[in-house]
């Protein structure tokens, strides 16, 4: 972990608490890497705001959380993206890096969940106004998206066509081999073995 910390320099130890994730955001063309809050990418704090209110739930001040959050962004979507991939709380990541470390712990992983911190649990696609999670825990993101965007939670990693999710800007594919799916492989040959006690 201390060579994560080196490459998101300047950055504090604690960014790297499970709290932060990384994400795939999609914008004028070029695929970037991120890693930020996971509420960060619920794009639709409004939406998320009445959701609770409506549940009967007491939330604070929308515009003092955005404040104090995520730049003052309530709401990412075109308008708003070079702010919000501009903003303190939203770190770059390198492709290479992200890449490395797969490698180093890829012959020791047993399945993905080994490595679960490194891939991705969203993908925003500021050029086509859509959005996918893909992800074990939190709010449902995909339900928060802002008006005129599409939702839905769904592999992105497999199932995204070439000309928006590129194999070339995916980290897990090294020299025509697909990382992901070997260590998903790997994973399902664990469960269908038998237990030995």
């Not at 932060?20 to 990418?41: F, L, P």
């Not at 990541?93 to 679960?116: C, G, K, T």
């Not at 999710?165 to 040959?189: M, Q, Y």
Request: hydrophobic residues 40%.
């Amino acid at each position: 972990m201390k060579d994560l910390e080196k490459t998101l320099a300047p950055t504090t130890p604690d960014l790297l608490d499970p709290q932060y994730v990384v994400a795939v955001v999609r914008y004028k063309g070029a695929i970037h890497w991120r890693v930020s809050d996971h509420d960060n990418w619920v794009l639709d704090w409004k939406k998320w705001q009445d959701a609770f209110v409506a549940a009967g739930h007491e939330v604070p001040d929308l515009n003092v959380t955005a404040m104090a959050q995520r730049s003052g962004i309530p709401v990412v979507d075109q308008h708003t993206a070079e702010a919000f991939l501009a903003a303190p709380e939203v770190r770059s990541v390198d492709f290479q890096f992200l890449r490395q470390i797969l490698l180093e712990r890829f012959p020791s992983a047993q399945s993905w969940w080994d490595v679960s911190f490194l891939f991705p649990i969203a993908f925003v696609d500021f050029d086509n106004k859509r959005f996918a999670g893909c992800y074990q825990s939190g709010p449902r993101m995909e339900q928060y998206v802002p008006d005129g965007w599409v939702g839905e939670f769904a592999d992105f990693s497999n199932t995204y066509p070439e000309e928006v999710f590129p194999a070339s800007d995916k980290f897990w594919i090294v020299d025509g081999r697909d990382l992901l799916h070997e260590l998903n492989e790997r994973g399902r040959t664990l469960e269908t073995q038998p237990s030995q006690s």
